[in-house]
């Protein structure tokens, strides 16, 4: 393409990031989250990429959502591979040295956020006063092929078939029990309905479990069901029932109590594991954080479940 046509288009990586940050969510205000802008600024940008263009890169269906045409789906699978020379060329310069600078982005689901990470995190930042880090609280499963992070903390060994796309550790288990609020009296806290997840949650093995114990001992379900397990510690501390909760948050917090006999013989936990892309393998600042989760699930090993 000659010179003055690539000046014409006036078209330079931070469009294409709008491009893509629409094609992942779908829609508007998704790619505005995930940007960190104004719904507005996102539709404002994308209508000068069109322009730009000449084209017309998203459908507008309803509810707001944004499927790509045919050539969007060509512009977004040029932006992928224009992002990863990006972060390619980012991670060839920034901390190549072994210096611990630069930005690390880290997803995990939002309890393990905000009741670990975020606590434990001023350790590791007066450390290492150069690195930046990026912390995503979602309970999706974001995609560390589309670099959507950088490290990924999952309650679950990688899928089969993941093969050489992911570099994955297991550093902890993450131990279960019954708890309720901690203003009821045990008597009081056994009789209070089973706070639940949602039902597209049931695949989850907490999801599963509270369903089997529900219908073991036959007791009856809380009004209310939630879609991650922030939401279900804030029901039972209210008081509105009792739920399966990770201990080493739970027996942190005040306001809640281990329910007596409430679970079963066998004590429910889950894995921990730390999964990177293989081109992150090298960066020191990937490893220092990676080093600091670890630790962070060891020093609180003593927290296990009994069984």
């Given at each position: 393409m000659p010179k003055s046509d690539l000046t014409r288009l006036k078209i330079n990586w931070n469009d294409l990031r709008y491009v893509l940050a629409v094609g992942r969510a779908g829609t508007l205000s998704g790619a505005a989250r995930a940007l960190g802008v104004n719904e507005t600024s996102v539709g404002r940008r994308?209508?000068?990429?069109?322009?730009?263009?000449?084209?017309?890169?998203?459908?507008?269906?309803?509810?707001?959502?944004?499927?790509?045409?045919?050539?969007?789906?060509?512009?977004?699978?040029?932006?992928?591979?224009?992002?990863?020379?990006?972060?390619?060329?980012?991670?060839?310069?920034?901390?190549?040295?072994?210096?611990?600078?630069?930005?690390?982005?880290?997803?995990?689901?939002?309890?393990?956020?905000?009741?670990?990470?975020?606590?434990?995190?001023?350790?590791?930042?007066?450390?290492?006063?150069?690195?930046?880090?990026?912390?995503?609280?979602?309970?999706r499963d974001l995609s560390l092929a589309k670099r959507e992070a950088d490290i990924a903390l999952r309650l679950a060994a990688p899928k089969q078939g993941t093969g050489n796309a992911v570099l994955a550790r297991k550093i902890g288990l993450l131990n279960y029990d019954v708890y309720a609020a901690a203003s009821l009296d045990a008597s009081s806290a056994s009789r209070l309905p089973w706070i639940t997840y949602e039902s597209t949650m049931d695949?989850?093995?907490?999801?599963?479990?509270?369903?089997?114990?529900?219908?073991?001992?036959?007791?009856?379900?809380?009004?209310?069901?939630?879609?991650?397990?922030?939401?279900l510690m804030h029901a039972v501390r209210a008081g509105l029932g009792k739920s399966l909760l990770p201990c080493v948050i739970a027996d942190a917090d005040a306001q809640l109590r281990r329910v007596a006999g409430a679970s079963s013989e066998q004590p429910h936990c889950r894995e921990v594991w730390v999964l990177i892309h293989p081109d992150q393998r090298s960066l020191a600042r990937v490893d220092t954080v990676i080093d600091w989760l670890e630790s962070i699930f060891r020093s609180r090993e003593s927290s296990a479940c009994a069984g």
């Open positions: 994308l209508a000068a990429i069109e322009d730009a263009l000449g084209v017309h890169l998203f459908e507008k269906m309803q509810g707001g959502r944004l499927p790509p045409t045919k050539a969007g789906a060509k512009a977004i699978s040029q932006s992928e591979l224009i992002e990863q020379r990006v972060l390619d060329l980012r991670n060839e310069i920034a901390g190549g040295d072994g210096e611990v600078a630069g930005t690390v982005r880290l997803t995990a689901v939002p309890i393990l956020v905000n009741r670990l990470l975020v606590p434990a995190s001023r350790q590791l930042l007066d450390r290492c006063p150069q690195l930046h880090v990026e912390i995503v609280a979602d309970f695949h989850i093995p907490q999801a599963r479990w509270l369903s089997e114990e529900i219908e073991r001992r036959s007791e009856p379900v809380a009004g209310c069901s939630f879609n991650d397990a922030e939401g």
